[in-house]
């Protein structure tokens, strides 16, 4: 009997109806004789409306407390889940990230899974009953309950399918696969019906939430197969696998927008070696992701430094960045909230010249102004101001030609 771990997301367990929806869904796959480990988010907007009361009660709230605190939203829909399950005549069991042995570090709010201890869930499904896990969640060495990231329940399925060797992962949303770029945003987007590891990381690192960037690492390093599809329509469908070889043919695959960015810049910086490791040597030992740099050319000695990170960790980067820069007698430092990035990805990119001109050329047609620029081998980046993410993710998709089907 194969052995699926099915993750059902926020909008997919967003009220009752949707509750006893999916579970309707399990019953027909455990009657074609599925073993099945289901992982829910919470219930659609709880997440957000836990870190706000987190807010209303004081300005920065004690991580471990706020990880306990959103930890509760994944513990009721599983909990509702497997009630439904239950009132169907399915027998099923709902476990905390505890419960189910998942191990993580002490990283609040952005934990990794260290390892998980299957036991409790085998045992569940050994005698016939289907486990219904709350995602996002799991407790660090000394048990305190860490959260792993916001769409962390999407690890929590992936990690969950490799450590019991799942013969899938499913990944239910609402959306029916994994599109050129967000469908929601751009009413041409088309579903890419097999997509690699490596594009799939790029695309989810870049701001396709469709899938957590870290359940994609985790889904190619154990090569889990991940099957992407809706929760309210039959069909379609993504498979994220190891190799996809038609698409090497395709220069653009995706156009993806992240909004949430922030731009820290140092003015007047001195111009001598160190400088740029003591800058930021503050900044990652708070365990902050700085992603694109930007140094001018000095003149006089001093130069300017500016940098990305994401917009959550924004202001704690700006403090961190003006007492360093204090220290070492730079100017000033200004934090911009108001950035997007924008960016193109495809395999084959590397071997295409012209493909960052036309990116930039149609960004200067609408007159979006590019504010920063970074570029690998496999995709193209540009910050633009926040307003035009979606102008800038549309009219590139455009010429792009992405809405056409690549000729294979
Ligand atoms: P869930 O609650 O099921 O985890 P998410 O909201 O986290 O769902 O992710 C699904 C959403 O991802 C879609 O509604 C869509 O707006 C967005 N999205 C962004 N980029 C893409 C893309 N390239 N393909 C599909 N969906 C995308
Ligand atoms: N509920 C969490 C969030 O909103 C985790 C998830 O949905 O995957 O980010
Ligand atoms: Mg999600």
Redesign the pocket.
């Known amino acids: 009997m194969p052995l699926v771990v099915k993750?059902?997301?926020?909008?997919?367990v967003g009220n009752i109806e949707r509750i006893r929806e999916v579970a309707r869904l399990i019953a027909r796959a455990r009657d074609k004789g599925e073993r099945i480990v289901v992982v829910v988010?919470a219930m659609?907007g709880e997440t957000d409306r836990l870190l706000k009361l987190a807010y209303q009660v004081s300005p920065s709230p004690v991580e471990r407390e706020v990880d306990l605190l959103l930890s509760s939203g994944e513990i009721v829909s599983s909990a509702l889940v497997a009630i439904a399950l239950n009132d169907l005549g399915y027998p099923a069991e709902s476990f905390t990230g505890r419960q189910v042995g998942i191990v993580t570090d002490s990283a609040y709010t952005r934990a990794r899974i260290r390892r998980i201890n299957t036991t409790r869930i085998l045992q569940a499904l050994d005698e016939g009953k289907i486990a219904v896990v709350a995602g996002f969640q799991g407790i660090d060495e000394q048990e305190n309950v860490t959260t792993l990231g916001r769409?962390g329940?999407?690890t929590t399925a992936v990690a969950l399918a490799a450590a019991l060797e799942a013969d899938i992962c499913e990944?239910?949303?609402?959306?029916d696969?994994?599109?050129?770029?967000?469908?929601?945003?751009v009413s041409q987007?088309r579903?890419?019906s097999k997509i690699s590891y490596d594009e799939m990381l790029e695309?989810a690192s870049l701001?396709?939430?469709?899938?957590?960037t870290r359940s994609v690492e985790v889904a190619k390093i154990y090569e889990v197969p991940l099957l992407?599809k809706s929760?309210f329509k039959e069909g379609g469908g993504?498979l994220v696998v190891k190799e996809v070889p038609e698409l090497e043919k395709v220069v653009v695959s995706?156009v993806?927008y992240d909004k949430n960015q922030a731009r820290i810049t140092v003015t007047q910086v001195p111009d001598r070696p160190g400088i740029a490791a003591h800058l930021f040597g503050k900044v990652s030992d708070a365990n902050i992701v700085v992603d694109m740099i930007v140094q001018n050319v000095g003149e006089h000695g001093l130069t300017d430094i500016s940098f990305t990170v994401s917009r959550t960790d924004g202001k704690k980067a700006f403090s961190l960045v003006k007492a360093a820069a204090e220290s070492i007698g730079a100017g000033e430092v200004k934090l911009d909230e108001n950035i997007a990035k924008v960016s193109i990805v495809g395999a084959a990119m590397q071997s295409h010249a012209g493909v960052a001109t036309k990116m930039f050329a149609t960004l200067a047609r609408e007159n979006i102004n590019i504010i920063m620029i970074s570029t690998s081998e496999i995709k193209i980046s540009c910050v633009v101001e926040e307003k035009y993410a979606e102008l800038a993710t549309r009219v590139l998709h455009e010429a792009f030609e992405l809405d056409r089907e690549p000729e294979v």
């Open positions: 993750k059902f997301g926020g909008t997919s988010s659609a769409g329940s999407d990944i239910y949303t609402d959306v696969g994994v599109y050129t770029s967000d469908p929601n945003v987007a579903r890419i695309m701001g396709a939430k469709v899938l957590q992407v929760t993504t995706g993806t």
